[in-house]
């Protein structure tokens, strides 16, 4: 069974352009998390997307957004890019989303605002 | 607001020796759940360990288990028989269904396994 998968792998970006991350769940989860992972600031929650409806938002400004398309893959967007945007951005995807359901977590793209 | 808290950065242990890393939270909810998560060096991140609030029972899964103790709101997770594979980043995670089902992680402690 393919596990999430993210891509591109790594993007750098210069600071007040746009990115655009994507995200491919596991076969047959719902939810998609969006986790932003920066140095010295730790894992920090993004974005819940459940059946292509945001569902919770992390305190995060509202140049960070996001979809969820028929097939539940996600983008992230990232407006008007800042240099402290500079992290690695997890991805994770759950079957529907209560009862602490385990989240699986893809391989991260690696986002650098120059 | 929830948080949880990793007091060591960075642990080091013998191959085959037993660690414990601690973990603490903050709530003042009563129905959660506790995650340990690993995370290899450039490697994904996966569950390690999951906890219920409710259950009594300390969760075990092969040479890790927890010692979770409500009262207190500590979640240490126990390494037995450590192996060179078990050097990653370890996070401890709180989820509150009530809030949106988003994991809290604490800061993360560093373990490196020593031959």
């Known amino acids: 069974e393919a596990g999430v998968t993210q891509s591109p792998t790594h993007l750098i970006k210069t600071r007040g352009q746009q990115a655009t991350l994507r995200c491919s769940p596991i076969?047959?989860?719902?939810?998609v998390y969006w986790y932003q992972q920066a140095l010295g600031l730790g894992l920090q929650f993004l974005l819940w997307?459940?059946?292509?409806?945001?569902?919770n938002r992390g305190n995060f400004p509202p140049r960070f957004s996001g979809r969820q398309f028929p097939n539940y893959s996600s983008e992230l967007n990232v407006n008007a890019l800042e240099l402290e945007d500079s992290a690695l951005y997890l991805c994770?995807?759950?079957?529907?989303?209560?009862?602490?359901?385990?989240?699986?977590f893809g391989p991260g793209t690696r986002l650098t605002v120059l | 607001a929830q948080t949880v808290t990793q007091s060591q950065p960075e642990m080091s242990v013998q191959e085959a020796e037993t660690v414990t890393l601690s973990c603490t939270y903050d709530t003042s909810e009563n129905n959660y759940y506790l995650f340990w998560y690993k995370q290899p060096p450039s490697r994904q991140m996966i569950l390690v360990i999951r906890q219920e609030a409710y259950k009594q029972q300390n969760a075990t899964e092969n040479r890790f288990s927890v010692n979770f103790q409500k009262a207190a709101k500590s979640f240490s997770l126990k390494i037995s028989d450590s192996q060179l594979g078990d050097t990653a980043m370890y996070f401890c995670a709180f989820m509150n269904n009530n809030a949106g089902n988003m994991l809290t992680f604490g800061g993360g402690t560093r373990l490196m396994v020593k031959p």
């Open positions: 076969s047959g989860h719902t939810s």
């Open positions: 994770a995807s759950s079957l529907v989303g209560s009862g602490g359901n385990e989240q699986f």
């Open positions: 997307y459940d059946e292509g409806e945001e569902r």
